[in-house]
């Protein structure tokens, strides 16, 4: 019974996805559980593969930055895998390790980078168009940049409608284009000695789409894809193309991607992880990291209000209305889910959410993120919180982009599959499960995430009960 000294209530639910512990233990109860086998994960040895769509700002800031970080030149600031602790067993322990050192991950020196791009130009020179990054520091990495050269990409001007280029596969279906893409996977892994892979949806995003018939199933798809389909996106066909090729897969724009039911099926078949959608970064990351403060002090909101201006390339596609509803779809899901105003609807259930996002040029990659939010406190009276933003897109994508081809990495090491909630930590839509609501707030993210690393590694899950310490 509560209260009650030596009793216990313990119930423990554990996927891959989805890892909770809630327990009131004795001492020597929780004691015991620290007993519980590792999972085993196959060693890291040999070359870790980085296969990426879309060789832009993003993706060359993120490539840039490892080659800096592996000749000492700069600090994978923003970097769980790099930077972060991970606390175990008692507050009183002092045992916090680094994360890389707690869990078997892929070391930076044995990353491979790859990829696809409409344009032809090397991640050096696309580096240098993107002006993420000084001149100065790209001429120190020059030479590896220089030697990646983007391979012709599937693109379908229907799902992108403001740019265009000329390097793309142009012969034979969109099945025959998967196809190329395998192809295209299993040379570069044995041009560069690849032992493992995985891929990194970093292209730009796609016009918004609901799942339809042709997604239901992998034979739909696949003869989808011989009819050419409509319904099929490009980056569909790089997430279809790196499950049978093996390779785990993120996706870090918020298009539908690789949550279809077809593809979803096909990497538990293939016992490949997957994860996404759309890297969190900007005024999102704002939002998950305000709204749960606001609703753990059960203060009240009415409106609140989100405009951004970028001038990257990023902000010119999303100019076109169809992506502008994929990205504002994420965008809008977001609140809603952290305030639960069907829980609270005193609180939250007339609140106004806007969000825009308008392209300027010379702005460039330093997007500026405006937020208007109006709250309320004791006997309903109102008060105004403003939140300008002055953010580097790129900058705070690049550490996601490591920490997540690390993390889905060692998952598949480790024999994780399909959906990765845990991984929920770095995106605007976090996947999950079919009847689950998607967990937003930022702090309920990280824990699950070091909880899950524990779990791996055979270790006490951290409850944060605090009674151990009064027994």
């Known amino acids: 019974m509560p209260g009650r000294r030596g009793s216990s209530v313990k119930t423990v639910s554990i996927t891959s996805g989805v890892l909770f512990l809630l327990i009131t233990l004795t001492a020597k109860e929780r004691t015991k559980l620290s007993t519980r086998e590792p999972v085993q994960i196959a060693p890291a040895e040999g070359k870790l593969?980085?296969?990426?769509?879309?060789?832009?700002?993003?993706?060359?800031?993120?490539i840039a930055g490892v080659e800096a970080v592996k000749r000492g030149l700069g600090q994978p600031v923003g970097s769980l895998t790099q930077l972060a602790t991970i606390r175990l067993g008692k507050r009183t322990d002092n045992n916090s390790p680094y994360i890389r050192d707690f869990v078997p991950l892929a070391k930076l020196d044995d990353l491979v980078f790859g990829g696809w791009d409409i344009y032809e130009d090397t991640a050096y020179e696309a580096a240098t168009n993107a002006k993420v990054l000084d001149s100065s520091l790209l001429e120190q990495v020059r030479s590896p940049l220089e030697s990646i050269k983007p391979m012709k990409a599937v693109f379908d001007q229907e799902y992108v409608?403001?740019?265009?280029?000329?390097?793309v596969k142009t012969k034979g279906t969109k099945y025959d284009k998967a196809l190329a893409l395998m192809e295209d996977i299993k040379n570069f892994q044995k041009a560069n000695n690849i032992s493992r892979t995985v891929m990194i949806w970093c292209g730009s995003t796609e016009v918004f789409h609901r799942p339809s018939a042709v997604h239901e199933t992998l034979a739909s798809f696949e003869e989808g894809m011989r009819r050419?389909?409509?319904?099929?996106?490009?980056?569909?066909?790089?997430?279809?193309?790196?499950?049978?090729?093996?390779?785990?897969?993120?996706?870090?724009?918020?298009?539908?991607?690789?949550?279809?039911?077809?593809?979803?099926?096909?990497?538990?078949?293939?016992?490949?992880?997957?994860?996404?959608k759309d890297f969190k970064t900007g005024q999102t990351f704002m939002k998950t990291l305000l709204a749960p403060g606001f609703k753990a002090r059960m203060l009240g909101m009415s409106g609140w209000f989100s405009t951004n201006i970028l001038g990257n390339r990023d902000g010119e596609v999303l100019e076109d209305p169809g992506s502008f509803k994929s990205k504002e779809e994420t965008k809008l899901s977001v609140l809603d889910s952290i305030l639960q105003p069907h829980l609270?609807?005193?609180?939250?259930k007339d609140l106004y959410h806007a969000v825009r996002i308008n392209y300027y040029p010379p702005r460039g990659d330093a997007k500026e993120g405006w937020d208007n939010i109006d709250i309320f406190g004791w006997l309903g009276y109102p008060m105004q919180i403003k939140v300008d933003f002055l953010c580097r897109d790129s900058?705070?994508?690049?550490?996601?982009?490591?920490?997540l081809v690390l993390f889905l990495?060692?998952?598949?090491?480790?024999?994780?599959?399909?959906?990765?909630?845990?991984?929920?930590?770095?995106?605007?839509?976090?996947?999950?499960?079919?009847?689950?609501?998607?967990?937003?707030?930022i702090f309920i993210q990280l824990m699950k995430l070091k909880n899950t690393l524990r779990w791996m590694r055979g270790a006490d899950l951290i409850t944060h009960l605090g009674l151990e310490y009064y027994d």
């Open 49 to 62: 593969g980085i296969l990426i769509p879309g060789i832009g700002a993003v993706s060359t800031t993120f």
């Open 409 to 441: 990495d060692l998952a598949h090491r480790a024999g994780m599959r399909g959906i990765q909630e845990w991984l929920s930590f770095y995106f605007k839509a976090p996947m999950h499960a079919p009847g689950l609501y998607p967990e937003h707030d």
């Open 228 to 276: 050419n389909d409509p319904e099929i996106a490009p980056s569909q066909i790089y997430a279809y193309a790196a499950l049978m090729s093996g390779v785990p897969f993120a996706n870090g724009a918020p298009n539908l991607t690789h949550d279809i039911p077809a593809l979803l099926d096909l990497a538990r078949e293939r016992g490949l992880p997957v994860c996404g």
């Open 344 to 348: 609270y609807p005193d609180l939250y």
């Open 395 to 403: 900058i705070l994508a690049a550490p996601l982009v490591l920490d």
């Open 161 to 167: 409608k403001r740019i265009n280029g000329p390097n």
